[in-house]
Structure formats: structure tokens, C-alpha cells
């Protein structure tokens, strides 16, 4: 390889874009942990070092530190930082002083408090500085990216079995590449794109999972939108039961494009518990033990099952849709709510509840993925009890078993719009049943 800089920062960028991709994967790297999603250059240095044989890991420092990986804001500390001790750190493993030099002081003279590797080592490594470590992960990445190359050129050519054979040719390079076995996932989907209980509406397809964008559960009219995987700041900073905003990855799921509508409930259930009745209003009056009866009804009706609440994570996530939340001047064109969801006496000198109502679902505009009256109409439930943020679904909030207030989100018909604030958490106990609670239904991609 050439002794320019310029090539061997290339290198090293690549080698680095290696880890990040492979960390999951790799059995070293496990060790690792989430630590690799960031902090890519001390993993890789950590990598090409003794200190991954040793097995010296990042949590050997640090501890878990979740609060710090949840929060990809940097707002929250690790649970342990070195700082200067880390020459006493070095020293529990270099009791003779450091392997090179002798010193027993002063590590950092030579390593960043959070290298592994001194950066001179890669000019000089055993007079050659091809043979580190570091060079033969470059040109397996190099290989690697090559053959994925030939496999993307088949997928833009809808040679969905050959696009899946050259994936699978690209894994045997690097096996258990997430992005790549989710590339096989693809083309698999594409070749067979049916899913067990839904009907496929329209020709339009995810270009990242494969998935049919529009569904429609078989026999029954509900139809359900793809909401794609992706991160998004969850929260707000000036509700109180919001803080902190902090980013959070979402899952691609399946999501109802409407408010379950009485009709739908009534299909399943046999009965209508609804105050305002109408076939095509939003249920409501319905409780959250009342929607996981329908849910788990429904899942044994329709073939795969699954179907069930989403979390406040998921709800927030296709609410937003990608954009800044409609201002008051727009909500009336997406939500109803006490502006425009009654109608007053102009006598009356403070409106009543029995003012307001209710009304069809769909009669509003969309959100920007296709969802209809995410704001107003009827709070929603989710599956996720109140629990403050940082929001982790692993911290057992999603249990459907648990005790405590679950939550509801969107606002409902007889609000003011500053209710309707998309960040806005409104916990409940899971048995009331409300005039102005519905739900609508979630599946996770099988």
C-alpha cells in the first residue's frame, strides 16, 4: 500500500466504516457492545490491540452506562469516567511499566485516555507497516464493498433471485453484515411479498425492507400503512412528563390508517360500547384491557395474529411523520377538536361536553405518511405504561401483565389544541372507559 497520508486515512476511514457495520457481528466486537455505534475509532483501535484478546472491553471502564447509550444527545455521562486514573488502570495489566518504553507514568503521553493503540504503531509496526493488523480488514472491506456493488446494480434491474444471490455471495465475505442479511430480507420479500392475514392494496413497496407500503386486514376493511424503520428525537422540552427529548430508533411496523371505527369493533366484538354511534366514528368508551380483548380476538381470527397496541415510541414516531408539527393556524385541516368538533349553542354560556362530538374518521387531511386523525377525534392507547423518560421498551413498560397507568396520546374531540401536542403523555388507569378513548391497531412486521 502507498506511504501517502491521503491513502492510509482512506484506509483507516474504510476500515472504520467496517466496524460500525460489522460490530454486532463480530465475536470480539460483542464484547464491545453498543459502544461501537459511536465511538468507532476506539473500538477499532481496541480491536487491533491485545487488549481485545486480554479481554479488556469498554464496560471494564465504564460499566453499562445505559442512560448514556439511551441517550444519543450526549446529555448523560457514562457511569464511569477514568480521566487520570487511567494510568493506574494500565497499570493492572503493565505492572512492569509499559511493554515499550518501561515508564510507569504518563500513559497518556503516548495514548489518548481512550486508545488502545499508539497511532505511530501503523507506520512502524514490525518495519512494515502493511503487515498491521488493521490493512487486511481494509481489503476484505474493500471486497466486500465491491461485491455489494454488483448486488445493488441487480435490485435496480428487479432481478430480485439474482439480487438475492449476490447478497448472500457478499455475506460469505463478511458474514452476519446486518445491512446485508437485511438486503437478502429484501429480495426475499420481493419475490414473495404476501403476508398472512393482510391483502396487499396498490403496486408500492418500501425500498429498504421490501415491505407492500398499504395492507388491508383480510375480511375485515381495516387497512394499515408501513411505517418505515427510522430514528426520531422523542418528546419535548416544555412538557414536564416529556423530558428529555432523546432520540430513539423505531422498528418498520404496520400501523391503521384510521381510528378503529365502530363498525370494525362491532365486526369482531359482536357489540357496540361507543356514546356517539355512528359506523364509520371511532370507537371510544373502550378501555385499555377492552382494546387488548379486541386485539387478542382479532389475532386469533386473522391468520399470522400479532395484531396489537402501539407504543407511545411507535405512535409518536408516525404521528410526526418526518415533519414539524402542525401550528395552530393549521390544526383544523388535520384534527378535530373543540374548535370545530361541535357544535355550540350561541346562547350557551360555557360549552358542555354533550356539545361536542365525535366524528367520521378520514374526513381530514392526512399526515405525511398517509395517516388520518393522528391529532384529535379520540385520545389513543398505547401499550406503554407511565413510566419517565428515557423511553427503553426493554425497561418492561411494554409487559401487557404490568401494573400501573398506561398512556394515551393525540388529544381527543372536546380539547383545546394545546392537548393535541404530539409529545404530550396522558396516563390513565387501564379500566376506564371514556367517551373520548379509542385506539387504533398496530402489528409488528413478521
Known amino acids: 500500500m502507498s506511504s501517502d497520508p491521503s491513502q492510509l486515512l482512506r484506509a483507516l476511514v474504510l476500515a472504520l466504516a467496517f466496524v460500525a457495520a460489522s460490530a454486532a457481528q463480530q465475536n470480539d466486537l460483542k464484547q464491545a457492545g453498543v459502544c461501537s455505534r459511536c465511538h468507532v475509532v476506539q473500538v477499532i483501535e481496541w480491536q ?23 441517550n444519543e444527545r450526549n446529555e448523560v455521562s457514562p457511569d464511569r469516567i477514568r480521566g487520570a486514573a487511567a494510568d493506574g488502570l494500565c497499570q493492572t495489566c503493565h505492572a512492569s511499566g509499559c511493554p515499550s518504553t518501561g515508564k510507569t507514568a504518563g500513559c497518556t503521553s503516548c495514548h489518548n485516555q481512550h486508545s488502545l ?34 448486488a445493488e446494480k441487480l435490485v435496480t434491474a428487479s432481478q430480485w433471485r439474482e439480487a438475492k444471490a449476490a447478497f448472500e455471495a457478499a455475506l460469505a465475505i463478511r458474514p452476519g453484515d446486518p445491512k446485508t442479511v437485511g438486503r ?114 382479532l389475532s386469533q381470527t386473522v391468520p399470522g395474529g400479532g395484531f396489537r397496541l402501539p407504543t407511545e415510541a411507535e405512535w409518536e414516531y408516525a404521528a410526526r411523520a418526518g415533519e414539524p408539527p402542525a401550528d395552530a ?10 374548535q370545530d368538533a361541535g357544535s355550540v349553542p350561541s346562547d350557551a354560556d360555557f360549552p358542555r361536553l354533550e356539545h361536542f362530538s365525535t366524528q367520521p374518521v378520514g374526513r381530514k387531511l392526512p399526515n405525511a405518511w398517509g395517516f388520518f386523525d393522528m391529532q384529535g377525534n379520540v385520545w389513543e392507547w398505547t401499550s406503554s405504561l407511565f413510566r419517565p423518560y428515557f423511553y427503553d421498551p426493554a425497561d418492561g413498560r411494554e409487559s401487557l401483565s404490568a401494573q400501573g397507568d398506561r398512556i394515551l396520546r393525540g388529544g381527543g374531540y372536546p380539547d383545546p389544541a394545546f392537548l393535541l401536542d404530539l409529545a404530550l403523555r396522558h ?10 378513548n379509542g385506539f387504533r391497531v398496530a402489528r409488528s412486521v413478521p
Not at 487491533?48 to 439511551?70: D, L, P
Not at 387497512?223 to 418505515?228: D, K
Not at 396516563?427 to 373520548?436: F, G, H, I, M, V
Request: glycine share 6%; aromatic share 8%.
Open 48 to 70: 487491533t490491540s491485545a487488549h481485545s484478546a486480554a479481554g479488556a472491553a469498554c464496560m471494564n471502564c465504564h460499566g453499562e452506562s445505559k442512560a448514556h447509550v439511551a
Open 427 to 436: 396516563p390513565e388507569r387501564p379500566t376506564r372507559r371514556y367517551r373520548w
Open 117 to 150: 493503540t499508539n497511532p505511530e504503531q501503523i507506520e512502524t509496526f514490525q518495519g512494515n507497516r502493511s503487515s498491521h493488523p488493521i490493512q487486511a480488514e481494509v481489503a476484505k472491506l474493500e471486497e466486500f464493498h465491491a461485491a455489494l456493488d454488483r
Open 184 to 297: 437478502v430480507l429484501f429480495c426475499e420479500r420481493r419475490l414473495n411479498p404476501s403476508i398472512p392475514g393482510f391483502e396487499i392494496v396498490g403496486d408500492e413497496f418500501d425500498p429498504v425492507s421490501g415491505l407492500a407500503r398499504r395492507v388491508r386486514v383480510a375480511g375485515l376493511g381495516i387497512e394499515m400503512l408501513l411505517v418505515p424503520a427510522g430514528e426520531f428525537d422523542l418528546g419535548s422540552d416544555t412538557l414536564d412528563d416529556s423530558k428529555p427529548v432523546h432520540t430513539v430508533f423505531v422498528e418498520a411496523f404496520y400501523l391503521g390508517r384510521h381510528e378503529l371505527t365502530q363498525q370494525q369493533w362491532e365486526a369482531v366484538m359482536g357489540s357496540n360500547p361507543s356514546e356517539h354511534k355512528d359506523p364509520q366514528h371511532p370507537v371510544e368508551r373502550v378501555s385499555w384491557e377492552d382494546a387488548q380483548a379486541f386485539l387478542a380476538k
Open 329 to 338: 393556524a393549521q390544526l383544523a385541516q388535520f384534527a378535530w377538536f373543540r
